[in-house]
């Protein structure tokens, strides 16, 4: 995978993360129906194929309310922030059951699935035909 394809996974995984956080459970549609969702969650894997994104220090944190997420990295090891190696990053979700989606502005929407246990959450999809799986823990 190429230094680009690379950071351009990684942009979409983390953006597409976020979404995820958001959407672990519930039986409505729409963005925001879950409450057990909102809060903080730290990344613990963020695998793009073969790849572990979370390395050489790098963190992500994601801050989810009813409606929007913030994400926010540190020590960016992949090409993820646009200049410096600290960014955060907002938007807001939509989600569908177990299904969610995450438009980041851009020409592509990237739809997971995902499964919460405790305060363990995991999902999965493909990201530009590379299969992607994230773990995150609640931390409040």
């Known amino acids: 995978m190429t230094a680009l394809r690379s950071a351009r996974l990684l942009n979409r ?11 672990c459970s ?3 549609t729409g963005a925001g129906n879950d409450d057990s969702v909102v809060g903080v969650w730290q990344a613990t894997s963020m695998k ?3 790849t572990e994104f979370l390395i050489d220090g790098m963190t992500v944190r994601a801050t989810i309310t009813a409606t929007t997420y913030s994400l926010t990295i540190t020590s960016d090891q992949a090409g993820f922030c646009d200049g410096p190696d600290d960014c955060t990053i907002t938007g807001n979700y939509t989600r569908s059951g177990t299904t969610f989606t995450i438009d980041p502005g851009t020409e592509d929407e990237v739809v ?4 919460l246990q405790g305060n363990t959450m995991t999902w999965s999809g493909l990201i530009d035909g590379e299969s992607a799986t994230f773990r995150w823990t609640r931390t409040t």
């Open 112 to 115: 997971f699935s995902l499964s």
């Open 48 to 50: 793009g194929g073969a």
């Open 26 to 28: 519930g039986d409505g």
């Open 13 to 23: 995984l983390a953006l597409a993360a976020l979404v995820a956080v958001a959407a």
